[in-house]
T-cell receptor, first 118, second 111 residues
Framework: GAGVSQSPSNKVTEKGKDVELRCDPI?????LYWYRQRLGQGLEFLIY????????KSGLPSDRFSAERTGESVSTLTIQRTQQEDSAVYLC????????????????FGPGTRLTVL | GQQLNQSPQSMFIQEGEDVSMNCTSS?????WLWYKQDPGEGPVLLIA?????ELTSNGRLTAQFGITRKDSFLNISASIPSDVGIYFC???????????FGTGTRLKVLA
């Protein structure tokens, strides 16, 4: 597709269940980011991938959160044993490449997955 | 997680008025970005700033990278109803790939 896609668009789950959120970046984009956005808040950085590697996982809130990326394409964010405080919109973004200090390639965001933990 | 101080939190303005919002931080950033987010959508990049003091325009939007590299502002001139949305600033920490986002400014334009 032309843009970043995420699935599902909405997910309602019960406390304690595991969930998987999927991100399909723009084809050819080597960098991929996951963010969490709580209601009325800004975006909270979770993790980024350069290719299939995740050099910085420091934003993951706990060991219940994990992410992987395969084929330098699709990424999955997994939340185990979900808690009510995990309820948020999870946004994925991709860019051509990651740069630090120099020009930043534009991050293109997907529409997000709204997760509700009951 | 860490977030930038962004103000105002929300504003109601009349169509045709100019709007100004800003972000401040105690940290130094290499890059400042400004995004707009519509309901149910992901943020869309409006303006990117790469050097201290840089002033960049995109149509009715103007943004500046503060001299101290710790702040940035966004101006919208002659606002129109479709400017409604949430505006976020984001700063890239020097030497890292991490972006820190502001808390957002919710803009409502009264026709």
């Amino acid at each position: 597709g032309a843009g970043v896609s995420q699935s599902p668009s909405n997910k309602v789950t019960e406390k304690g269940k595991d969930v998987e959120l999927r991100c399909d970046p723009i084809s050819g984009h080597t960098a991929l980011y996951w963010y969490r956005q709580r209601l009325g808040q800004g975006l909270e950085f979770l993790i980024y991938f350069q290719g299939n590697s995740a050099p910085d996982k420091s934003g993951l809130p706990s060991d219940r959160f994990s992410a992987e990326r395969t084929g330098e394409s699709v990424s999955t964010l997994t939340i185990q044993r979900t808690q009510q405080e995990d309820s948020a919109v999870y946004l994925c973004a991709s860019s051509l490449r990651v740069s630090s200090g120099g020009r930043t390639d534009t991050q293109y965001f997907g529409p997000g997955t709204r997760l509700t933990v009951l | 997680g860490q977030q930038l101080n962004q103000s105002p939190q929300s504003m109601f303005i009349q169509e045709g008025e100019d709007v100004s919002m800003n972000c401040t931080s105690s940290s130094i950033f290499n890059t400042w970005l400004w995004y707009k987010q519509d309901p149910g959508e992901g943020p869309v990049l409006l303006i990117a700033l790469y050097k201290a003091g840089e002033l960049t325009s995109n149509g009715r939007l103007t943004a500046q990278f503060g001299i101290t590299r710790k702040d940035s502002f966004l101006n919208i001139s002659a606002s129109i109803p479709s400017d409604v949305g949430i505006y976020f600033c984001a700063g890239q920490l020097g030497g890292t790939y991490k972006y820190i986002f502001g808390t957002g400014t919710r803009l409502k334009v009264l026709a």
